[in-house]
């Protein structure tokens, strides 16, 4: 699991500025098992990514809760800064 979290940031810091610039334009191809989805960068992130991120979060914490794990809002949600 180390190596794996490990990969994954080593993938994530090695991601630069110029790598992301007009991403949101740039076509995102989604191969699923009989047919491909393309979409543009932006409505892939906003329509595709984040529903799936915070669904897939939602459910662990729902699978944590339902398994005596003692968390609570504060822990989903995380420290609310003031301005």
């Known amino acids: ?3 794996r979290l490990a990969k994954t ?3 994530l810091q090695s991601v ?3 790598d992301l610039n007009g ?9 699923l098992r ?3 989805i393309r979409l543009l960068g932006q409505p892939y992130l906003l329509d595709f990514v984040l529903p799936n991120f915070y669904f897939h979060i939602t ?3 729902a699978i944590l ?7 609570g809002k504060a822990d989903f949600i995380g420290e609310l800064i003031t301005y």
């Not at 809760?65 to 968390?71: A, K, L, Q, S, T």
């Open 1 to 3: 699991m180390q190596a």
């Open 9 to 11: 940031l080593a993938f």
């Open 16 to 18: 630069g500025e110029t």
């Open 23 to 31: 991403s949101e334009n740039r076509t995102v191809t989604l191969k």
């Open 34 to 36: 009989d047919h491909e």
């Open 59 to 61: 459910t662990a914490y």
């Open 65 to 71: 809760r339902h398994n005596g794990v003692e968390i």
